[in-house]
């Protein structure tokens, strides 16, 4: 990461690591951790409930929602999460919006955006992305810090960095999270300020754990 932000002609502390610790057994867990490793992104709220509900350091650590999340769990979402990379559509941002307003708190919202328009991923198509945008700060009183997407695997990466970036700037926002194990040096050349990487920290998943999809209910 250092390497590629430096050629990039970029700081290497403007892009943070986020280890994605999904379906990952608890023994690699704390080898991450015993590094200083801090950031971690989960795919599921049920999953990360059961590893770090109980974290005895959770205070010192930033958890991150990379996965769908369902209107039916935002309460535990927002009880867990600090960051939140998967608002999508408008009953979600309802349902959050409503549940801030309980709390009066926000975790920190990223919108995903569904760049190749893959009809089995979640994430708002790019041509909606503007009105969304602006209708989760508009309408439902959201402050958006970032966006997030997930390139095609059998499309060049940098186009939908590129894509990415372009809508972010448009609008007003810096934050990128974008990049992974296989092409995380060239999200960081397009501007991620956050990349989420796992297999590379972590080696494969145990046998049986299939990668989850990008898709989601509504």
Not at 96 to 115: C, D, F, H, M
Not at 118 to 127: D, F, H, I, S
Request: aromatic share 4%; with cysteine; charged share 25%.
């Amino acid at each position: 990461m250092a390497l590629a932000a430096k050629a990039a002609g970029r700081d290497p502390a403007s892009v943070q690591l986020v280890a994605v610790s999904k379906q990952q057994p608890q023994d690699r867990i704390l080898a991450m951790l015993a590094t200083d490793q801090r950031v971690f992104g989960e795919n599921r709220v049920q999953e990360a409930e059961s590893r770090w509900a109980g974290q005895p350091r959770r205070s010192e650590l930033e958890l991150r929602l990379i996965g769908p999340l369902q209107t039916n769990k935002v309460r535990e979402a927002l009880a867990l999460f600090d960051v939140i990379e998967t608002l999508d559509r408008p009953k979600l941002a309802e349902a959050l919006a409503s549940e801030v307003q309980k709390r009066g708190r926000s975790p920190r919202l990223y919108i995903q955006i569904n760049t190749g328009e893959e009809p089995q991923k979640a994430g708002v198509v790019p041509a909606g992305s503007d009105d969304f945008i602006q209708a989760c700060r508009r309408d439902w009183g959201l402050a958006i810090e970032g966006l997030m997407c997930i390139p095609p695997e059998a499309e060049p990466p940098g186009l939908h960095f590129a894509l990415l970036a372009r809508i972010a700037a448009r609008n007003g926002i810096t934050a990128l999270s974008m990049g992974m194990s296989g092409d995380f040096e060239t999200a960081i050349r397009f501007g991620a300020t956050s990349v989420r990487v796992g297999s590379a920290l972590f080696g494969g998943r145990a046998p049986g754990q299939a990668a989850l999809s990008g898709s989601g209910p509504t």
